[in-house]
């Protein structure tokens, strides 16, 4: 399970990391220096990754579990 999580917080600090340098290079090279439509778009996208997988990490750390799930009584 922990293998599992440091994935998860690899590929959204990745996502993150992305997402910056994808921002600055494209105001670094536009003419106009500002972010395109498209690659705004794309920054968006890895950072909605980011958030996702920071913020269910955090609901369900909070919580415990789902609202929907039951626990059951543990067998002996």
């Not at 105001?27 to 996702?52: K, M, P, R, Y």
Request: contains cysteine; hydrophobic residues 45%.
């Amino acid at each position: 399970m922990k293998t599992n999580r440091r994935i998860e917080y690899a590929v959204a600090c990745a996502s993150f990391i992305v997402a910056v340098i994808l921002a600055f290079v494209s105001i670094w090279l536009g003419d106009e220096h500002e972010v395109a439509a498209g690659n705004c778009t794309l920054v968006a996208q890895f950072l909605i990754l980011t958030a996702s997988i920071f913020g269910i990490d955090y609901k369900l750390n909070t919580y415990g579990g789902t609202r929907n799930q039951k626990q059951q009584p543990a067998e002996h």
